[in-house]
């Protein structure tokens, strides 16, 4: 008699659920029923990381104890019986005892908005539960299932590294230990963090192990099985019992890390029973003899990669080779999350057309054993892998057949094994292209005895090139034989059957990637080096270093005056423990409802019909609403709450479900029935352009100067163009809202992920026809923001409204990944085209440009922001221009709308003009840093509107520190020997002058910030203030800066939240002046205090504080305060009359940044080796704080110029809408070297206390790599012949590189 009870330890404590729920997830079962809501939701897809958790399981043979991590977003509940799973709270909380990983992230800085800390400090528990003193290189490589957009990882591996026995200060000789004697009066800083203080790791903290699981040996030996309404659960102990199952249910799907058969399940589309193989004992063992490593085929990826690396120590020669690579191809395989559920039979299984595993084994003959389970006898096949294909990526198995076991064969001697896989992002991405190849040559020569070349990412299958396998034998290894492969290569993999991708770009690296091999091989053959490195294997990625250099503050300070010092995060501790309470971790209400939206399908067409009847007849389901349900229709924002008549775009919102739950509001959406009538639509911006479908009044023209005068005495004129892709914001947290009416008088109470509380307050109420008044909009902190929570929230906010007055019940409205994706605003495409004029020492004397923005179906920001960037291109990139004409169209397509995203306007501003300098450098053959030297704005210089530019001496001076710091021209020296003596790398080197305004000049109301300070009788502090916290660490700085004002300490201070009840009106939190206008409405409350609380003082002085409170309270004084700054008029311009004596912006960021690069000419890769970044914050705040927006910001920019791709078929169908299809950089693509430098100078125009703002001015750092992968492009085209200038779009994508390096031209005649 089987169990059908599951038991599952969580942190210790036991569960049970009889016959438990088969949909549900580990993760929906920790958040909703155990009210754990540390572990996050971000993705459920396994592809991020944020709900990593530790899953711990005995084994009653070896008696041991297996810990490992698992993504519990994918982990069906079901698979936990008799396991023990230990989540975030599990480890240590603020309350009790901090777990060392937990303060040691918080403590270096690696925590910024926080939600994806659970999930790194799980990753990081778990490999040291399994290796208490870890090396670096374990460290560097434990994340690769972990993703951030905030922190750009540096600080997370940092603080990280103090737990690896090898750690040493990355500085050496350089730590601030060793620096601060020279100069007495600045004393520098080298580091944020001081690992001395930090906790030691003691594993008696550790949570122990259940011990009911060891001693009751039946959690692991006794066959259970759980019913639920269309799926059984079985999990049999024996094989068998595997046998029985079979055969008394034959549609029986095997599985066992679940992540396909668990998706399948939730979405129903598998009925029927599940066998788990997870337990049975014969698919679980791994041996080996002389010839072969036999591997059971439940064994989990992460289990056969440790037995390998203990097989390969003790081999050598080939065989030893032989199996690094394969274990270079099992640690590219996810992340560690996945390695360690999915299993090697499952990976053969579930014939994945681009499966690393797959492709591998193929390549190395691998084999299956195979046993027919109807059979009493269980017969046992063997059969190669490649038998089990199908051509259309099925696998051929029958239903009956199970794999017992893989068998992978050594490498013997003259045999070599190669593997390599090419993916826009080094970890956590299935291949684009990969291949396995194998070599053997017979003995003592160069003859080829055998020859497999396999490819994945080609076919729907892995395959074989037939033919070059059939040639080989008995040829001779060598040049000549490598042009006879490549053309064998085109005929055998016919990359043109299979359309996904670029097919040029497939059909090229077909032959590349064998050109790798042969290089790789000669190099092993002829002991030459290797002239080709894998920039993807795990085993070559080289550990990163950084160096962080700032000034500290000056000796005179108070020592308790914290303005200006480091400071850690406020809530980073809560952040890493996740105590942190995130919009979706609020407790539910007991009749919250739910809701999921129905989108659109179509990308242009009229709605004929809307079927929801359905839907709205499913068990649980309250409604259907939609356009008609909107209280005021006349709204100029209601078509974009719900489609009216006609969709826009694919994922335009039609309407939407509401229901009990959020799984039934799921599922019935996908039971709306909507007819369309297609209307012509236009999807792309070139498009756009040839039918001019722009917005009405575009485009707009800014001009200065004598244009055709200064044409006509330039030297020369240069032409181009450059296109830029947009990019998703790809925040952490989705879009969250929560609505609660109160019952009165249309009282609502919104909680809602969003950086402008009292814009969306005032949309929400102009939709539902409620004075604003009604409203109370508020949150405590957002899951990331980076501008893409301005505007899509508000109408998320306003659907869940509607939802609450329809039923006055609590909604809550969440968007999965996908969703999110599909329905909100984007960062904008542009295409540019220029034309400038200048003189033989490369000074500009004329600039015409047309700017072409791709502002999705709606014109939105651009009718106002569009002058606006023009006169930011005219005066705001940090160089001098007299003459231009400037025009910009806001074009209109049947895609996405676009909106702000960190740095909005200037960052194609900023690339265009770094393209221009490139093209003048270029054209007059001089060295590019005199072009920007001759250019750049100089101290006391004018814009063409005659604002004096205070600051702008700073940025000669940003320049010539980084130039020199970073050792600028001599390792342009070094790089061109580098690339003359490197036939197949190239590297390329380049320095950007950084100029970005801070603040928003379009109208006069936005420079306002307000606060409100309270002081309670027992001496705390209390404050709200207009801005929004995620993860920039605003009210961290705020709260530095009401400390000084009050003179009080930090810890007596305090932020609740945000919200429009305290503040009323507040502008935006963006644009980086958010501590400048929310810091000077602080400063101006506390020193309203500190004036009302002066008597009291005075007349006690010896008396602390706590005493002058009280004294003033008795007094009947006023101890809250609203505090107000306003920017002032002279800031504001009108764009469209630059002339009218308005500064713009308050100020400037200045810097530079220079980067190196390698690129890989065979594959297109690129990896950033160094980057030297000084930015000039002024007397910054929190200098930890604004080094961690400055890495944040690389890496994000980095994203943007070069890996990301916002992406749509040629029908206008967002393709990458998914954590599979969309890839931000993760821990593996951060630059090797990344050293920051703060130069602290006293600015004359920055706001508080002298600081200036940090979020945006550092995106344009990403340019540098940009224009450095152009640099390594042109050298390798000069090596092959070509000449002149290229155009290269961004993001620098891998097959332009390749395409632009024209190394594929010269082989294989030339190699
Ligand atoms: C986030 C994410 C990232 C990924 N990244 C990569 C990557 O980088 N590289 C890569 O190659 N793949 C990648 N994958 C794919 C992953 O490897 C597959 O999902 C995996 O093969 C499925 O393993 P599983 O154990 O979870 O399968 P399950 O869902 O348990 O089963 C899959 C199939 O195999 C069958 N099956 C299982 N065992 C047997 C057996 N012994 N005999 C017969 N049939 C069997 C099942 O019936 C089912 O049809 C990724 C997947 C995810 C979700
Ligand atoms: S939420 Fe589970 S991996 Fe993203
Ligand atoms: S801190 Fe990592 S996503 Fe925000």
């Not at 101890?1119 to 920017?1127: H, I, T």
Request: hydrophobic residues 35%; glycine residues 8%; charged residues 20%.
């Amino acid at each position: 008699m089987e169990a059908n009870t599951l038991v599952v330890f969580v942190n210790g404590v036991k569960y049970t659920e009889v016959n438990p729920s088969l949909e549900t997830t580990l993760l929906q079962y920790l958040r909703t029923e155990l009210c754990l809501p540390g572990t996050k939701l971000a993705c459920g897809e396994g592809g991020c990381g944020a709900c990593t958790v530790m899953v711990s399981r005995y084994n009653p043979s070896s008696k041991q104890i297996r810990h490992y991590s698992v993504n519990a977003c994918l982990m069906p509940l079901v698979a936990l019986h008799g396991l023990a799973v230990t989540t975030v709270e599990g480890i240590g909380s603020t309350k009790t005892k901090l777990h060392p990983v937990q303060e040691r992230l918080a403590k270096a800085y690696g925590s910024q908005c926080g939600f994806c800390s659970p999930g790194f400090v799980m990753s990081m528990y778990t490999l040291l539960r399994n290796y208490p003193e870890p090396s670096m290189t374990q460290i560097e490589t434990a994340f690769q299932g972990n993703l951030c957009r905030c922190t750009g990882y540096r600080s997370i591996l940092a603080g990280f590294r103090t737990f690896s026995k090898e750690w040493l200060c990355e500085k050496g000789e350089n730590c601030c230990q060793n620096q601060n004697a020279a100069d007495t009066n600045k004393k520098i800083c080298t580091k944020t963090f001081d690992a001395s203080e930090f906790a030691l790791y003691d594993r008696t903290q550790d949570p122990i192990f259940p011990n009911e699981l060891q001693i009751e040996t039946s959690y692991h030996t006794k066959r259970i099985k759980f019913t639920g309404a269309t799926v059984q659960w079985c999990r049999p102990t024996s094989l068998e019992q595997v046998c029985q199952l079979k055969q008394e249910y034959p549609e029986a799907l095997f599985t066992v890390g679940a992540t396909l058969i668990g998706k399948g399940i939730r979405t129903g589309k598998i009925q029927g029973v599940v066998v788990s193989l997870s337990h049975v004992p014969e698919l679980l063992d791994v041996s080996s003899d002389d010839d072969n490593i036999k591997v059971g085929a439940a064994i989990t990826l992460a289990q056969l990669y440790e037995y390998i690396e203990t097989i390969a120590e003790i081999k050598n020669g080939e065989t030893k080779a032989g199996l690094e690579t394969v274990l270079d191809m099992l640690h590219q395989v996810g992340g560690h999350q996945l390695r360690n559920v999915v299993s090697i039979g499952s990976s053969i299984a579930s014939g994945l057309g681009r499966s690393d595993v797959l492709t591998l084994l193929l390549a190395m003959g691998a084999t299956t054993e195979i046993i027919d389970t109807t059979c009493l006898n269980k017969t046992i096949v063997c059969k190669e892998i490649s038998q089990l294909m199908n051509d259309d990526g099925t696998c051929l198995l029958e239903k009956q057949e199970l794999i017992t076991s893989v068998n992978i064969p050594y490498m013997s001697q003259g045999e070599h094994l190669y593997w390599h896989k090419h993916a826009s992002r080094a970890d956590l991405n299935l291949a684009s292209i990969n291949c396995g190849m194998r070599l053997k040559l017979q003995a003592n020569s160069h003859i080829i005895e055998d020859l497999v070349l396999c490819y994945g990412g080609m076919a729907k299958r892995s395959i074989i090139a037939a033919n070059v396998k059939k040639e080989a034998t008995g040829k001779a290894w060598g040049k000549e034989f490598v042009a006879v492969v490549c053309k064998l290569l085109e005929s055998d993999i016919d990359v043109t059957l299979y359309k996904d991708g670029s097919v040029d770009y497939k059909k090229a690296l077909v032959s590349s990637l064998f050109l790798k091999f042969y290089l790789k091989v000669n190099a092993k053959v002829m002991s030459q080096p290797d002239p080709s490195p894998d920039m993807s294997s795990v085993r070559s990625h080289p550990l990163s270093k950084a160096s962080e250099i700032f000034e500290d503050v000056p000796p005179e300070q108070a020592a308790e005056d914290i303005v200006g010092r480091t400071m850690v995060h406020k809530a980073a501790l809560q952040q890493t423990t996740g105590e942190a309470v995130f919009c979706d971790d609020l407790p539910m209400y007991k009749d919250e409802i739910h809701i999921a939206l129905v989108l659109s399908h179509r990308v242009h067409a009229n709605i004929v019909k809307i079927d929801a009847s359905k839907a709205e007849s499913l068990a649980g389901v309250l409604s259907f609403i939609s356009f008609k349900d909107i209280p005021n229709q006349q709204s100029n924002i209601a078509e974009h709450v719900f489609a009216d008549k006609e969709v826009e775009y694919e994922g335009h919102v039609i309407g939407a479900i509401i229901a009990k739950t959020e799984t039934r509001a799921r599922a019935a959406a996908n039971n709306v029935v909507v007819e369309y009538d297609d209307l012509p639509s236009i999807v792309r911006l070139e498009d756009a352009i040839k039918k001019e479908n722009f917005m009405a009044g575009h485009p707009v023209v800014l001009k200065h100067g004598d244009i055709d005068k200064a044409f006509q005495e330039s030297d020369v004129t240069i032409e181009g163009e450059i296109a830029m892709d947009g990019q998703e914001h790809f925040y952490m947290e989705t879009q969250i809202c929560r609505v609660v009416p109160t019952g009165e008088e249309q009282e609502l109470e919104i909680v809602s992920s969003t950086q402008f509380l009292s814009e969306l307050q005032t949309r929400v109420s102009e939709i539902l026809n409620v004075p604003q008044n009604r409203l109370t909009v508020k949150i405590k902190r957002l899951g990331g923001g980076f501008g893409g929570k301005e505007e899509s929230p508000i109408y998320v906010a306003a659907i869940a409204s509607i939802a609450a007055l329809k039923y006055n019940k609590p909604v809550r409205l969440v968007l999965d990944r996908r969703t999110d994706m599909r329905v909100t605003h984007k960062r904008q495409e542009t295409w540019t085209k220029y034309k400038v004029g200048c003189s033989k020492s490369g000074k500009i004397l004329a600039e015409e440009v047309s700017v072409y923005t791709n502002a999705g179906y709606t014109p939105g920001f651009f009718g106002f922001v569009q002058p606006a960037s023009l006169f930011c291109l005219a005066s705001d990139q940090g160089y001098k221009i007299d003459n231009f004409k400037l025009s910009a169209y806001t074009c209109l397509t049947n895609t996405n709308p676009r909106a702000p995203m960190r740095g909005f306007m200037t960052p194609p501003l900023a690339l265009l003009m770094q393209a221009i300098m490139n093209d003048i450098a270029l054209k007059l053959n001089i060295p590019y840093t005199q072009v920007h030297e001759i250019n750049m704005y100089k101290s006391g210089d004018h814009t063409f509107y005659n604002r004096e530019l205070k600051d702008a001496g700073s940025l000669k001076v940003c320049w010539e520190t980084c130039l020199n710091k970073s050792d600028y021209y001599n390792r342009r020296t070094q790089v061109d020997n580098y690339n003359r003596s490197s036939r197949w790398t190239k590297r390329g080197l380049c320095a950007i002058p950084i100029y970005r305004d801070v603040g928003i000049g379009f109208f006069r109301h936005m420079g306002q910030g307000a606060a409100l300070v309270n002081i309670y009788k027992d001496g705390s502090v209390w404050i709200s203030h207009g801005g929004v916290e995620m993860g920039q660490g605003l009210h961290t700085k705020l709260i530095q800066v009401a400390s000084k004002v009050l003179q009080v300490p930090c810890e007596r201070i305090h932020i609740l939240e945000t919200n429009t009840n305290c503040v009323p009106n507040a502008l935006v939190t963006a644009a980086s002046h958010g501590s400048d206008l929310f810091g000077m409405a602080v400063k101006d409350a506390c020193e309203k205090l500190v004036v009302r609380l002066k008597p009291y003082k005075q007349k006690n002085l010896d008396k602390p504080w706590e005493k002058w409170v009280m004294d003033a309270y008795l007094d009947s004084t006023n101890l809250s305060a609203a505090g107000f700054y306003d920017r002032g008029p002279q800031h504001y311009q009108n764009f469209n009359n630059p002339y009218d004596g308005g500064k713009g912006h308050q100020y400037y960021v200045c810097g530079t940044t220079v980067a190196e690069v390698e690129v890989d000419c065979l594959t297109g890769a690129n990896r950033v080796l160094r980057i030297d970044a000084t930015l000039d914050l002024g007397r910054s705040l929190n200098p930890a704080i604004d080094i961690g927006q400055i890495d944040g910001a690389f890496v994000m920019a980095f994203g943007l110029f070069v890996s990301e791709k916002l992406e749509y078929d040629k029908n206008g169908f967002l393709v990458s809408k998914d954590t599979s299809s969309y890839h931000i950089p993760g821990s593996r693509d951060i630059p090797t070297q990344f050293n920051i430098q703060l130069l602290n100078t006293d600015s004359k125009e920055a706001v508080l206390y002298g600081s200036k703002g940090v979020g945006e001015p550092p995106i344009h750092m990403g340019i540098a790599a940009f224009m450095a992968i152009k640099d390594a492009i042109r050298a390798s085209r000069k090596e092959n012949g070509v000449t002149g200038n290229f155009q290269l779009d961004s993001p620098a994508s891998s097959e332009q590189i390749f395409h632009l390096c024209k190394a594929s031209s010269t082989y294989p005649s030339g190699i």
